[in-house]
């Protein structure tokens, strides 16, 4: 250490003599008690530039002591706020103390008093040195770089008992046993791009009851989060006669949605709308063979085949069928495609896609086209020379009439796998009976006011009998 020496003898309330004070050459002639400062602090020393005479203890009666008990100096005896010297540029780094140079206050001459420190000084309260901290912290994070957040919307729509929920817990991590959705639900997940730096937010939508309510695709797209809107569509695998219909119902309903909300952003808001619009023609890149053949969707999808387990034990040629229909229709929306089951490794290779749209993770580059095994085929990686024509016979293609390559593949999927008439709202259970929707007071209250409607209509009833009609009024 420079100035003092640690070997020094310091005594309380008595001359030390001439100390020298290192390269500084300023010189110690005498110490002062210092009054405690705290609860906890105990005495300390001021150094003083001129010679001082022996000064009774505040703790001694009578006549002060002229040899007090000696005590060796250490950091809790020499406080940095009450050393003061003339002439030297630091006190060097206290023994256990902390590892800075600042530089001491300077009394008036001839003056004992020690001097506030301003701020941040060595020895101040653990307050202050906690509000310096922070103080240094803010400073340091307005200084980096503004970490923008990911805030983006998926809405997942499909066959009904599809799977859709349970697609959702996994990818949310979540351990809980799925319920049926009743008409349109929503959740949120988070997620950190890496430590110490602000969640990622995604809102998920799901869309209960197939295609039955597709007059509520409305609510989750609107024109403030159509440029972070992406879709998932869940196609039960294990009933191909339902497929293309669920398919097509939910896609046109969900296009023209959009397609309303660019035509408002073209008037409102043409910069968004423009970077949309370009975002549809990068879905595949421009040197791609079937760049001019296709027909993106105008908002990110991606397309799930659920319970694949029960698809692998369908007849060989009718999983291939299914399976070409599939890539196709993906490819040429510029979708997704992947085949999903119970098995955890295949809702692993969904959980993949499914980050990639909500939270901007990497997508996989790995692909599976093998039709004997689940499909996994990430948009762009696909074409039609791999995919091949249709499941037909020539003479079958030459018959059917069809104006695009879209309508030409439905017909040949129908022909094979005939459309089935279904409702969707068979067999739905009126959520004012479930028992998982039970809430007493609004039970009771409900009980009530259909008993007071009931007695309305009797006394309505009552009253339309008694009255007698005139045969000389008019009606």
């Not at 919307?153 to 008992?161: I, V």
Request: with cysteine.
């Amino acid at each position: 250490m420079r100035g003092i020496s640690p070997s020094c003898r310091l005594r309380k309330g008595s001359v030390a003599g001439e100390h020298s004070l290192g390269e500084g050459g300023g010189k110690v002639f005498g110490l002062c008690p210092r009054k405690p400062m705290g609860r906890r602090s105990g005495w300390g020393y001021v150094l003083c530039e001129e010679p001082v005479a022996p000064v009774r203890h505040p703790l001694q009666r009578g006549r002060p002591s002229p040899r007090p008990r000696p005590r060796r100096w250490s950091w809790g005896n020499l406080r940095s706020k009450s050393v003061v010297s003339r002439g030297v540029g630091s006190l060097g780094t206290p023994r256990n103390g902390p590892k800075t140079s600042r530089a001491p206050a300077v009394p008036a001459p001839g003056s004992c008093r020690p001097q506030r420190l301003p701020p941040g000084a060595a020895g101040d309260t653990l307050w202050d040195l906690a509000i310096a901290e922070v103080e240094k912290r803010g400073n340091t994070d307005d200084d980096e770089e503004h970490v923008e957040v990911w805030e983006k919307s998926m809405l997942f729509m499909g066959n009904k008992n599809g799977g859709k929920t349970t697609i959702i817990l996994r990818c949310l991590e979540r351990e809980e046993t799925p319920k049926p959705t009743l008409a349109l639900e929503y959740t949120f997940g988070r997620r950190a791009r890496r430590h110490n730096a602000p969640k990622d937010i995604t809102h998920f939508w799901e869309l209960g009851g197939g295609t039955s309510l597709l007059e509520l695709i409305q609510i989750p797209i609107t024109s403030n989060n159509l440029n972070s809107f992406a879709v998932v569509l869940v196609l039960d695998l294990s009933k191909p006669n339902e497929l293309w219909t669920t398919m097509e119902k939910l896609l046109q309903v969900t296009r023209h949605h959009v397609n309303k909300i660019l035509t408002k952003l073209e008037k409102t808001n043409p910069e968004v709308a423009t970077e949309i619009k370009q975002r549809i023609q990068n879905t595949l890149q421009k040197d791609h063979p079937d760049y001019e053949l296709i027909d993106p969707f105008p908002v990110p999808l991606l397309i799930i085949g659920s319970k694949y387990d029960i698809f692998h034990e369908f007849d060989s040629e009718m999983r291939k069928i299914i399976s070409k229909t599939l890539r196709f229709v993906s490819h040429y929306y510029g979708a997704s495609l992947v085949f999903t089951g119970k098995s955890e490794a295949l809702l692993l290779k969904a959980h993949v896609l499914i980050n990639h749209l909500a939270f901007g993770y990497d997508k996989s580059k790995s692909l599976s086209v093998d039709h004997s095994k689940p499909l996994f085929i990430p948009a762009g990686l696909d074409s039609l020379s791999q995919i091949g024509p249709p499941p037909a016979s020539d003479s079958d293609i030459g018959k059917m009439r069809a104006k695009t390559p879209l309508e030409l593949w439905k017909k040949v999927f129908e022909k094979v796998f005939p459309p089935k008439v279904f409702c969707d709202l068979q067999g739905t259970k009126d959520p004012a009976q479930d028992s998982q929707y039970a809430e007493y007071e609004v039970d009771v209250m409900r009980a009530q006011k259909k008993q007071e409607l009931e007695h309305y209509k009797r006394n309505a009833s009552k009253s339309w009998k008694e009255m007698d009609f005139g045969s000389d009024e008019v009606l």
